[in-house]
């Protein structure tokens, strides 16, 4: 999957994450910032590079702003800012197809 465009999904309370999106020229550069960065960052970068391996995605600046999200939180947002960066609408979701 194609980034097109810059998008962001998710907030900054409490148990939830925000990423965002952009174009990338260099692969996937990914910055996480997170108040459990000591206990969990790694299990962090392994979803969100997970995830991007499964929709596809080969070159985006992504950053991860976690306030400690669970991994089904962070897939989903990630996946949403990479449908929302492609112009995939809600109503054209894979639902079931790219997403496992």
């Known amino acids: ?9 998710g907030t900054l309370e409490s148990s939830d994450v925000r990423v965002t ?9 990914l910055d996480i910032e997170s108040s459990v960065m000591n206990q969990y960052g790694r299990a962090i970068q392994r979803t969100v590079l997970e995830t991007l391996e499964r929709l596809g995605v080969q070159s985006v600046r992504i950053q991860i702003v976690d306030q400690g999200a669970l991994d089904c939180t962070i897939r989903a947002r990630v996946e949403c800012a990479v449908f ?3 112009g995939i609408s809600d109503k054209n979701v894979p639902w079931g197809g790219a997403v496992q």
């Not at 999106?21 to 550069?29: K, R, S, T, Y």
């Open 21 to 29: 999106v952009e174009p990338g020229a260099n692969g996937i550069e």
């Open 84 to 86: 929302r960066s492609a």
């Open 1 to 9: 999957m194609q980034i097109e465009k810059s998008a962001m999904a």
